[in-house]
């Protein structure tokens, strides 16, 4: 029989947990191995609360099992996967398309691999989730970036760049970030139709990192890239993962959903090259329940999240233009603009430790373009939050 899980509201993710010595590498590992007192750390992207109950609940019932052997959760498992993409964003997906890894650079890592040869150029488009331009050279490829431009505070994608980006190099894949970290874009049909567009004309394959798609503001909509048409999909891998959306990074579960039978068995050889052979048992149960039960969780959170972005820009109106906020469309990661500050980096990165006693992501690890900037995670308890709103006022405020 399946369990009704009551209703969450927000106290649920006001509740402040203690995840010091846990092991959490959030608070755990502290900036360059040094130790700040006091330091608030609002960087690595999970997420200061509990996963859904039915999450924690099957993970105590597979425990208490106490057998842990290898593990498939078959078709329950691709339908409560392919089930969620398209009730929440219309992807139209068939369970057989699933290709598992233990997680997305993981699975970006095998699409590399499997669908361009050493040498080959990948595209990405900078400033993006710094890995992306780490696994494209270590993996005997070359890289090849676009800037992101910011018009009217809001970035966008230089197209003449691009198209030109993958003509000079002989672009072979595209590595999309969609909704974009860190500058915290969903992009619009028209301009994921221009991308495809241009890399279907120049016979680029996309791999579609799309673990994000689940955070998006109102007024906004992920649209997946595979869903734009079937040419599209047919030259789309796209990777997706519960781990952000239920806050499921340490167990290690991500999914690819392929359509193109070719492109598919390809990656999936590489996996198994990589003597990866599918999900461990702990995170196929949480992955499963999450999926099953997890959405009205997620939609308190969508709104929790909602609030705490009110509660920044505010802080953040209050400095005068000193630092101000992206308007974020997705993710939970935020990007302030700190270049009025006129610090060097490391004096801004100095700034935010010592003296307001928080620990970001300085922009610049984001590549071309991140100069100036810092990613901000506002996952936690509004108390948290607060603290740290708080903390950066004083900070500007003394300057
Ligand atoms: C855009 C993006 N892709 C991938 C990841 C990491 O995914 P995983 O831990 O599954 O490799 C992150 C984590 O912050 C991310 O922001």
């Known amino acids: 029989m399946t369990k009704r899980y009551e209703k969450i509201d927000k106290s649920f993710f006001d509740e402040v947990h203690d995840r010091t010595g846990t092991g959490a590498i959030k608070y755990d590992v502290t900036p360059g191995g040094v130790s700040y007192p006091d330091m608030l750390p609002l960087w690595v992207a999970d997420m200061d609360f509990k996963a859904p109950p039915a999450v924690t609940d099957a993970l105590v019932s597979c425990a208490r099992h106490g057998i842990f052997g290898y593990t498939d959760l078959g078709e329950e498992y691709g339908r409560a996967v392919t089930d969620w993409f398209y009730r929440r964003m219309g992807l139209r997906a068939d369970p057989s398309w699933i290709v598992k890894a233990p997680g997305v650079v993981f699975s970006m890592c095998m699409a590399i691999r499997a669908l361009c040869a050493p040498g080959d150029a990948v595209l990405i488009c900078q400033p993006v989730y710094h890995p992306f331009a780490k696994i494209i050279p270590a993996n005997g490829r070359r890289l090849a970036v676009t800037e992101l431009v ?15 980006k993958i003509k000079r190099n002989n672009v072979k894949l595209f590595l999309l970030c969609s909704p974009h970290n860190p500058v915290s874009r969903v992009w619009t049909r028209a301009e ?154 490391e004096e801004l990165d100095a700034f935010f430790l010592k003296s307001a006693g928080l620990y970001l992501n300085s922009g610049y690890i984001f590549g071309r373009g991140g100069s100036g900037f810092m990613r901000m995670n506002i996952a936690c308890p509004k108390e948290t939050l607060d603290a740290a709103l708080g903390r950066l006022s004083r900070a500007v405020s003394k300057l």
């Open 150 to 164: 910011m018009k009217n505070g809001r970035y966008e994608i230089d197209f003449g760049d691009f198209e030109d």
């Open 192 to 345: 994921l139709e221009k991308m495809a567009e241009i890399c279907r004309r120049h016979g680029v394959l996309v791999v579609s990192d799309e673990i994000h798609s689940d955070f998006v503001y109102e007024g906004h909509t992920h649209i997946p890239f595979a869903s734009l048409s079937s040419e599209v999909s047919d030259m789309t891998v796209t990777c997706t993962a519960p781990s952000k959306t239920f806050n499921l990074a340490g167990l290690q579960a991500a999914n690819m959903l392929i359509e193109n039978k070719t492109l598919r068995e390809r990656v999936r050889r590489e996996c198994l090259s990589a003597g990866y052979g599918g999900h461990n048992v702990a995170a196929a149960c949480a992955s499963l329940a999450a999926y099953k039960h997890g959405e009205q969780w997620l939609e308190v959170l969508l709104s929790y999240l909602s609030d705490n972005v009110g509660l920044l820009s505010e802080a953040l109106d209050a400095t005068n233009g000193k630092v101000t906020l992206i308007r974020p469309e997705g993710t939970y990661l935020m990007w302030l603009d700190c270049r009025a500050l006129s610090m060097t980096d």
